[in-house]
């Protein structure tokens, strides 16, 4: 699940692989409910997407209640116990430096249901009737 970059270049090989395992090592921390914290026991938090920065010296995790209920309670436990949640990290890990992890939260589950909504739409399905009477075979880039 991609982020809007909002104009910088893609993230290098390195970026995307020091991401995926800081990711693995922050799930296993909450799978395990390794944080002595009431608001994240109650709670299975996903991690969908961890991203680095160039230097490799902060990590944005994008997590996500099960079941999206809580968000800002969770987000704020997360926040509340983050040196914490990246000792445990980091001794999971084998790396240089300790990266900061910051949490956000993953919208991509919303923002794919909103373009499921919006293809299910009528205006849309009226749209592709239209557009198989045409007798059109072929794909719309085909049309251009």
């Known amino acids: 699940m991609s982020r809007s970059s909002g104009g910088s270049k893609a993230p ?3 970026m995307l692989r020091v991401g995926e395992l800081v990711r693995h090592a922050l799930a ?3 799978q ?3 944080i002595p914290d009431p608001v994240l026991e ?3 938090v996903t991690v969908p997407e961890v991203r680095m920065t160039p230097d490799l010296k902060l990590a944005t995790a994008y997590v996500m209640p099960l079941g999206g209920k809580d968000v800002t309670k969770v987000l ?3 926040d509340a116990n983050r040196k914490q949640i990246r000792m445990l990290v980091v001794k999971r890990l084998e790396l240089k430096s300790a990266p900061d ?3 956000r939260v993953d919208e991509s589950f919303d923002r794919g249901a909103q373009i499921d909504a919006l293809l299910r739409s009528p205006e849309v399905k009226r749209d592709l009737e239209a557009y198989e009477d045409d007798g059109s075979s072929d794909g719309p880039e085909d049309a251009r």
Do not use: G, N, P, T
């Open 28 to 30: 296993d921390v909450l």
């Open 32 to 34: 395990r409910r390794e």
């Open 101 to 103: 992890i910051r949490f």
């Open 76 to 78: 704020a436990a997360l």
């Open 12 to 14: 290098s090989q390195r």
């Open 42 to 44: 109650r709670h299975v």
